[in-house]
T-cell receptor
Framework: AQKITQTQPGMFVQEKEAVTLDCTYD???????LFWYKQPSSGEMIFLIY??????QNATEGRYSLNFQKARKSANLVISASQLGDSAMYFC?????????????FGSGTRLLVRP | DGGITQSPKYLFRKEGQNVTLSCEQN?????MYWYRQDPGQGLRLIYY???????QKGDIAEGYSVSREKKESFPLTVTSAQKNPTAFYLC?????????????FGPGTRLTVL
């Protein structure tokens, strides 16, 4: 079975600094997709970034980048130039194919607090 | 604006009652999903639907029921058979366009059983 592990329950970062949120995964499928979502205190899950297992380059979206190390089965999220609004829960997720669709397997999340 | 709406935002239920959570999307997405989130945990899949009038059970479907009579709507009913229904419920949708398909989420409904 596929599994996502996020080992950092909470993280602090100073405003304007970069921070890395860890994510490791376990799968036997040769083809897979990895996602990062942000969940502010309001509760909505906001899609941040996607990395496909066959993508040649690490994904980037604005201040978000994904440090994808396939051999180590890790997909760490890097947030550059942290802002106060980045304070939230962050979830790593993996795509698991089902009969006619797919579901997301989520990690337990990391709570990020940005200090002014 | 296109998006996913869920209502109500907060819902209180007495034990033994059925309640229905609404999920509507105007993104023209084919697939819709219901997830449950418990405190300090990630999301778990309850039900999903690929097309109108068709839906499948997810990992924790017991005590829940759904319908998909319209493409835009995917309501979830939490029945009295659900032993521990207090949780945060999130609806999602996706266009189901291959490997890079992304699920987008609504704002959620927080259900509390009194």
């Amino acid at each position: 079975a596929q599994k996502i592990t996020q080992t950092q329950p909470g993280m602090f970062v100073q405003e304007k600094e970069a921070v890395t949120l860890d994510c490791t995964y376990d799968t036997s499928d040769p083809s897979y997709g990895l996602f990062w979502y942000k969940q502010p205190s309001s509760g909505e899950m906001i899609f941040l970034i996607y990395q496909g297992s066959y993508d040649q380059q690490n994904a980037t979206e604005g201040r978000y980048s994904l440090n994808f190390q396939k051999a180590r089965k890790s997909a760490n999220l890097v947030i550059s130039a942290s802002q106060l609004g980045d304070s939230a829960m962050y979830f790593c997720a993996m795509r698991e194919d089902m009969d006619s669709s797919y579901k997301l397997i989520f990690g337990s999340g990391t709570r990020l607090l940005v200090r002014p | 604006d296109g998006g996913i709406t869920q209502s109500p935002k907060y819902l209180f239920r007495k034990e033994g009652q059925n309640v229905t959570l609404s999920c509507e999307q105007n993104l023209n997405h084919d697939a819709m999903y219901w997830y449950r989130q418990d405190p300090g945990q990630g999301l778990r899949l309850i039900y999903y639907s690929q097309i109108v009038n068709d839906f499948q059970k997810g990992d924790i479907a017991e005590g829940y029921s759904v319908s998909r009579e319209k493409k835009e709507s995917f309501p979830l009913t939490v029945t009295s058979a659900q032993k521990n229904p207090t949780a945060f419920y999130l609806c999602a949708s996706s266009i189901d366009a291959g490997d890079k398909d992304t699920q987008y989420f609504g704002p959620g409904t927080r259900l509390t059983v009194l």
